[in-house]
T-cell receptor, first 113, second 116 residues
């Protein structure tokens, strides 16, 4: 079956450092991979996505890397700020179409001053 | 735009009672999704609609759960009868119609349901 998982449940970083959140996926047929951020008491918020025919995509302070060989996805946050503290989910768009997403378990990012 | 609107934000009920959660998607979005989030199971897709039509309800846990979308601006998720294990945060999300591609899903603030 299709599944998305995360290596680390909690990541603690110092303010100003770079953060790397990792994710493993199992379905090689997935065509989109997405990162969402969820702050306490709020719904998930889209950060960045990457299509399966790409291996890197950059946004504002964030970079997503896709390694299809080992089915690995990562989110890099540059110069991590206290406002980045949240739970981060990777998700894959299920093969077969439409907009159905399968979410991973989530990684909590704690940024310390 | 106000974003996806969900009501109520919090619901506390007793086992056996009927619970109705409501969602107003972003205007112009044709796809609507209902998710459930728990510590044990994470974020699970329950059902989604395209153009008010249910496309995939394989995530609906059992017959006690039902969802409707009578028009493009309103959807409900009903649990009857409710059980303590239904306690969770329920999210509604909407997106433009993606067809076979992908479009960003916009999540509402969620409804925290507690069944005693």
């Amino acid at each position: 079956g299709e599944s998305v998982g995360l290596h680390l449940p909690t990541l603690s970083v110092q303010e100003g450092d770079n953060s790397i959140i990792n994710c493993a996926y199992s379905n090689s047929a997935s065509d989109y991979f997405i990162w969402y951020k969820q702050e306490s008491g709020k719904g998930p918020q889209f950060i960045i996505d990457i299509r399966s025919n790409m291996d890197k995509r950059q946004g504002q302070r964030v970079t997503v890397l896709l390694n299809k060989t080992v089915k690995h996805l990562s989110l890099q946050i540059a110069a991590t700020q206290p406002g980045d503290s949240a739970v981060y989910f990777c998700a894959e768009k299920a093969s077969g179409g439409y907009n159905k997403l399968i979410f991973g378990a989530g990684t909590r990012l704690a940024v310390h001053p | 735009d106000a974003g996806v609107i969900q009501s109520p934000r919090h619901e506390v009920t007793e086992m056996g009672q009927e619970v109705t959660l409501r969602c107003k998607p972003i205007s112009g979005h044709n796809s609507l999704f209902w998710y459930r989030q728990t510590m044990m199971r994470g974020l699970e897709l329950l059902i989604y609609f395209n153009n008010n039509v249910p496309i995939d309800d394989s995530g609906m846990p059992e017959d006690r759960f039902s969802a409707k979308m009578p028009n493009a601006s309103f959807s409900t998720l009903k649990i009857q009868p409710s059980e303590p294990r239904d306690s969770a945060v329920y999210f509604c999300a909407s997106s433009p119609l993606a067809g076979m591609g992908y479009n960003e899903q916009f999540f509402g603030p969620g409804t925290r349901l507690t069944v005693l």
